[in-house]
């Protein structure tokens, strides 16, 4: 399992902001789903929802597979939910179309009794009002009425996808804040989530000294003098 319960209490401590600089210093420079924001509930709160990732993948709609009888078909966004475990974060590739919604509130539902974590997607949902009665926590670019079918194939799940321009397999961590939807390969993910706590901690006590006065040159970034004025008040605090 890459998202222990530490790395997870860890990552939920941490924005998506901190993350990118995190994972820019590791030499990541795309990792921000472009499109990806906060549409409902808890989305829009300021909850960072912290999850595996289960990938969901479109290609562009075909007429004789998107039909309202493919719904019913093996391979579905239907049966898709019904194999996603609990906790996951449900992350789908709808190559960006915007006027088709992937989702409803009939399969928000569903994913929020099978305790799915979060949907995270470059597409758009459609009926909005009856989504966010579910308590599905969403980032989505916006909201369409036409159903998925008409601009978009559903192909498969748990495979390689290109979300809002980021490569992501499925096992990759996810968060998601009031930012936007970061992804953290997931052979990295305890590194990055430590060394995010660390860059919280600090940028906390860089906060506490401008707000105090303090100028930013050698504070924001740090230089020796202002290096070891920090690690003086960390030995402090224990």
């Known amino acids: 399992m890459t998202l222990t319960p530490e790395i997870r209490a860890q990552l939920e401590q941490v924005t998506t902001a901190t993350l990118t600089t995190v994972l820019l210093k590791k030499g990541l420079r795309n990792c921000w789903i472009r499109g990806a924001m ?6 829009q709160t300021g909850a960072r929802a912290v999850g595996e990732a289960f990938t969901l993948r479109f290609i562009p709609m ?6 309202p009888a493919s719904w019913g078909n093996p391979i579905s966004t239907r049966a898709a939910i019904e194999a996603m ?3 996951v974060i449900a992350v789908t590739d709808a190559m960006g179309v915007l006027d088709a919604g992937i989702f409803g509130d009939i399969l928000c539902a569903r994913m929020a009794v099978r305790k799915v974590r979060a949907l995270v997607t470059d ?3 459609r009926d909005l009002a009856g989504v966010q009665t579910t308590g599905l926590p969403v980032w989505a670019q916006g909201t369409a009425a036409p159903a998925s079918i ?11 996808i290109a979300c809002g321009g980021v490569a992501i397999f499925a096992g990759d961590v996810i968060v998601a804040d009031t930012d936007g939807a970061v992804v953290i390969p997931k052979d990295i993910v305890a590194d990055v989530a430590a060394a995010a706590v660390d860059q919280e901690e600090m940028e906390g006590w860089i906060m506490e ?7 930013l040159p050698g504070l924001y970034p740090m230089n020796a003098e202002t290096k070891a004025r920090y690690e003086a008040w960390k030995a402090a605090r224990g």
């Open 38 to 43: 906060p549409l409902t509930g808890a989305a």
């Open 150 to 160: 008409a601009g978009l194939t559903f192909v498969g799940w748990n495979e390689p």
């Open 62 to 67: 075909r007429e004789d597979l998107a039909t």
């Open 123 to 125: 597409g758009v949902l």
């Open 85 to 87: 475990p609990e906790g």
């Open 209 to 215: 000294q401008a707000r105090g006065g303090a100028a």
